[in-house]
């Protein structure tokens, strides 16, 4: 059974129809890119899975329940937001007890919530922070402290909203580290996502959205390693798959160190 | 020089170090200028220190010189002096609204309305700018109701509107897809033939393509200040996470610096 399901879903926002028909399939421990031009409608794809919006028909199913009828409070045992600015979702006095609060919303008992909290905090490399003020760190740490709060909540279908928007390369790749883990474990991941270089390093699927209606639905490899198709769809072909392309690499490797590892081989055989 | 600044230390409200140490640095037209480095290591209080907001608006501390125009623009004569000739983009658009307007028209109309220009130079001057950042068709929109990557050009506009002296661009694309980063990018080469462009991204992969100066911070230091090439082609630059990917990728392929920092550089180096 998939994990997140959009079945023929229409929205709109007064006038503006933002999503036509609707419809794809998300499986256990699929991570998926939700990529498409500013104003497609992405972020109200991910305002439909955690029940902030309803559909004007169509549903929503998150594992073997709609969303119809249920409030995002209702939700949250089975999905975490990621929102794309951390400081919309900051609101607690420490790192910890930030972290803390949808376990200890969800009822778990006190050695679960500190299990949880401990074990997401160490996931994101900020377990010696539990006592600091969320806004006395630096946007980047901000970042990972909602995504630890996320990873505590234990979900099976984990929202992110541009997880890497605004962090350096270090923090960037960081996040896909975490993305990749998450999804051994059979979480469900739909990343929004400009960033065509963490699609490649952590997504292995990409949708991409256009007036409201899937443009395409397929590997990620197949865009990354496709800039006609990518340009086609306002995308772009991130650095290293174009290298890649214009080198002409055996094999065509898309991701940065695998095409590192190809110039390295081209660089040895020069030598011998 | 537009912009000078000579040793400069800041230091945020109750922060326990500086932000900027000895920093000396100046900024005139006919570059377009990236100033970079790991999150964190200074670049954003670069321009709010230039344009005065820092201290004037972030209270803190700072020592040095700064001139901008002519004055200190932290002073209130520098203030009078530098209103409506310094262009500042924040990286989140939405905290820069006026709130004072219903449609995008009116939004772009507020800097130039405020500097007490005639009308019909107003509106010439607002429909330059939407079409220069190509934003025609939002022109009757309400702001509140724009995505964040539209409210990001709308700003741009706001600010090209005024006709600045000054450029000072924080993250300016942040919020944009791939379409509309490139559009602003592709913008700043003319900008900067007449009026002094500074850049401060994380997005080098990007940026590099029209800077023709690059400033490398570490730590509120300024480490490297040239020519692209010879600033971000270096050992240290990719070592610090501050180089572009194909630079990165060069690296880690075991290739003597200095690395190629673009596609097409490594093609004319590498390719056979």
Not at chain 1, 100 to 114: I, N, S
Not at chain 2, 66 to 92: K, N
Request: proline share 6%.
């Amino acid at each position: 059974m998939s994990a997140l399901r959009f079945e023929r879903v229409w929205f709109r926002y007064g006038e503006n129809p933002v999503l036509r028909d609707l419809s794809f399939d998300i499986r256990a421990g699929e991570a998926v890119a939700l990529l498409g031009r500013n104003g497609a409608g992405k972020t109200t794809v991910t305002k439909l899975v955690v029940a902030l919006l309803h559909p004007e028909r169509g549903y929503v199913r998150v594992g073997d329940r709609t969303t119809e009828g249920r409030a995002p409070e209702q939700m949250a045992h089975q999905v975490a937001y990621v929102f794309q600015h951390p400081d919309q979702q900051l609101f607690a006095r420490t790192v910890w007890a930030e972290v803390a609060y949808a376990p200890k919303q969800l009822h778990r008992d006190a050695p679960g919530v500190e299990r949880a909290v401990g074990e997401a905090l160490e996931r994101v490399g900020l377990d010696a922070m539990h006592d600091e003020h969320p806004y006395d760190l630096p946007a980047a740490q901000r970042k990972l402290v909602t995504l630890a709060a996320a990873i505590a909540q234990r979900p099976r279908v984990l929202v992110l909203d541009e997880p890497t928007q605004g962090l350096d390369r270090a923090g960037a790749r960081r996040v896909a580290d975490i993305v990749r883990r998450i999804k051994e474990e059979r979480v469900a991941v739909l990343a929004v996502t400009h960033d065509v270089t963490f699609m490649a390093e952590a997504l292995e699927r990409a949708l991409v959205l256009a007036e409201g209606r899937i443009a395409f639905d397929g590997p990620a490899a197949d865009l990354v390693g496709d800039e006609g198709r990518a340009s086609d769809l306002g995308l772009d072909v991130p650095p290293a798959a174009q290298l890649s392309a214009a080198l002409g690499l055996p094999q065509r490797p898309l991701r940065a160190a695998e095409v590192a590892a190809a110039l390295a081989q081209d660089l040895d055989a020069d030598r011998t | 020089m537009t912009v000078a600044l000579d040793g400069v230390r800041y230091r945020y409200p109750a922060a326990d170090s500086d932000a900027l140490r000895d920093v000396t640095l100046a900024f005139g037209a006919g570059d377009v200028t990236l100033v970079t480095g790991r999150l964190g290591a200074g670049c954003s209080t670069l321009l709010l220190v230039a344009a005065g907001l820092a201290p004037h608006v972030t209270g803190g501390a700072r020592s040095g010189s700064v001139t901008t125009l002519g004055a200190d623009p932290a002073s209130d004569e520098g203030r009078r002096q530098v209103a409506g000739r310094i262009g500042f983009l924040l990286p989140t658009p939405w905290t820069q609204l006026s709130g004072m307007s219903y449609t995008v028209r009116e939004e772009v109309a507020f800097g130039p309305a405020n500097l007490g220009w005639p009308r019909d130079r107003i509106g010439r001057a607002v429909s330059g700018a939407m079409a220069l950042v190509g934003i025609e068709h939002l022109a009757d929109r309400d702001p509140r109701t724009l995505s964040g990557g539209e409210l990001q050009r709308v700003m741009l506009a706001g600010i090209t509107a005024m006709d600045p002296e000054v450029l000072l661009l924080d993250e300016p694309t942040l919020e944009l897809d791939p379409e509309g980063a490139r559009m602003v990018y592709r913008l700043l080469p003319a900008l900067a033939r007449e009026k002094t462009v500074v850049l401060a991204t994380t997005d080098v992969d990007r940026a590099v393509e029209v800077a023709t100066r690059v400033v490398l911070l570490d730590r509120g230091s300024v480490t490297a200040d040239g020519a692209p090439d010879d600033v971000l082609g270096t050992d240290r630059a990719v070592a610090l996470g501050c180089s572009t990917t194909v630079a990165e990728i060069a690296r880690v392929a075991g290739h003597a610096a200095p690395f190629p920092l673009t596609v097409r550089a490594a093609v004319r180096r590498f390719a056979r």
